[in-house]
Each structure stands twice: as structure tokens, then as C-alpha cells.
């Protein structure tokens, strides 16, 4: 018989935290979609639209990993989504004179980004299915 894993304490403390995180970020598209657009590559073409169409996509994510059916797909298309945004931080690293923002908070995005994309890995990416010992 197949057994549903039940989502640790950890666990859900974690996805907490992931979508805070993108929905927040998601609202924050929208609400200051002008503010966003400025940390866009300028070899990135239509800045705005990039903006809504990935705040778009933290909503959904956002939304996706409450749902558990969902949860391991809406972790896919996060992670995947925050590796996409890394070139905006690298260039707010490489013409830091251009943002409001001190240096060393524009260093700090790099790890807090690579343990937003640990935590979405560890919380998402679940066996699909876990027969109990059982039935082996």
C-alpha cells in the first residue's frame, strides 16, 4: 500500500519561508514594476514585460507549492525561476554605482540566493512515492 510522506515541522517552516518570499516578490513586480525593470540587464530586451511575466510566474510558484499535488512542480519552476533572475544580481554586482544599494548587501544577495535555492530544493523535491518498509 502506498503511504502519502507526511511534510515535517522543518519542512513546513521551510515552505513557509518560500512563499513569503515569492509572494511578496511576486506583489512587489506589480506594485513597483518601474523599480524592478531597472535591474534588468540591458541585453535583456522588453525589461518591463520580463518583470511581469516573472512576477507572474512567483505567484503561481508561490501559490503551486501549497497545493502538495503540486508542490514538486511549483518547486521545479522556482528554482528554475531564481536561477533565471541571477544575471539581474550579477549585473547590480558589476555597475553597483547604478542602484541604491549598498555593496556588501549586493554580495550578500549571491549566498542568500543559493540558500533560497537549497531550501526550495530540500523542501519541494520529495520522493514521488514511499512505500512503507512493510510492503518491500
Avoid: C
Avoid at 515541522?9 to 521551510?14: D, K, N, T, V
Avoid at 520580463?50 to 503540486?70: H, K, M, T, W, Y
Wanted: no cysteine; charged share 10%.
Amino acid at each position: 500500500m502506498k503511504h502519502r510522506q507526511q511534510t515535517s515541522r522543518p519542512q513546513l517552516i521551510g515552505l513557509s519561508i518560500i512563499f513569503v518570499w515569492f509572494f511578496i516578490g511576486g506583489i512587489a513586480h506589480f506594485v513597483a514594476t518601474d523599480l524592478e525593470a531597472t535591474i534588468v540587464p540591458p541585453y535583456i530586451p522588453w525589461p518591463v514585460t520580463a518583470v511581469l511575466v516573472s512576477g507572474a510566474f512567483e505567484l503561481l510558484g508561490a501559490a503551486g507549492i501549497l497545493v502538495p499535488a503540486l508542490r514538486r512542480a511549483a518547486g521545479v519552476g522556482l528554482f528554475l525561476l531564481t536561477l533565471a533572475v541571477t544575471p539581474a544580481h550579477i549585473y547590480m554586482l558589476q555597475q553597483p554605482e547604478l542602484f541604491n544599494v549598498p555593496l556588501w548587501a549586493l554580495w550578500l544577495r549571491l549566498p542568500i540566493q543559493a540558500a533560497l535555492l537549497a531550501l526550495i530544493a530540500w523542501s519541494t523535491w520529495r520522493p514521488r512515492g514511499n512505500w512503507s518498509e512493510e510492503n518491500h
